[in-house]
């Protein structure tokens, strides 16, 4: 059974840092893109950061761009995406994905996670 389970979420304040997590389950995780979006309340669900199977390639949205880092731990199964100088305007449901491809399209995601709250207050 394939599974993704984020951690990490919180409430912070503006300029604050958090890390979240994603623990996956049920595949050959060193085998898979892994991504992070975002859904903020009331708009579609965004794409955050991707990250290649070795973690040799990255990319992010021009958003978090320079304040957010995403990387994985093939040991661990793990993928994380460490955030800073965190901005009230980054409050959302961080989801991390399984991707076909590397890509930074919601139309290539294979399988979501459940999603964790990240709340940033100004």
């Known amino acids: 059974q394939v599974q993704l389970v984020e951690s990490g979420g919180g409430l912070v304040q503006a300029g604050d840092s958090l890390r979240v997590s994603c623990l996956a389950s049920g595949r050959t995780f060193s085998n898979y893109v892994m991504g992070w979006f975002r859904q903020a309340p009331g708009k579609e669900r965004t794409f955050v950061a991707v990250?290649?199977?070795?973690?040799?390639?990255?990319a992010y949205a021009a958003s978090v761009k320079g304040r957010f880092t995403i990387s994985r731990d093939n040991a661990k199964n793990t993928v994380y995406l460490q955030m800073n100088s965190l901005k009230p305007e980054d409050t959302a449901v961080y989801y991390c994905?399984?991707?076909?491809?590397?890509?930074?399209?919601?139309?290539?995601?294979?399988?979501w996670g459940q999603g964790t709250q990240v709340t940033v207050s100004s």
């Open positions: 990250i290649s199977e070795t973690g040799g390639s990255t």
């Open positions: 994905a399984f991707l076909r491809f590397y890509s930074a399209t919601r139309s290539d995601v294979d399988y």
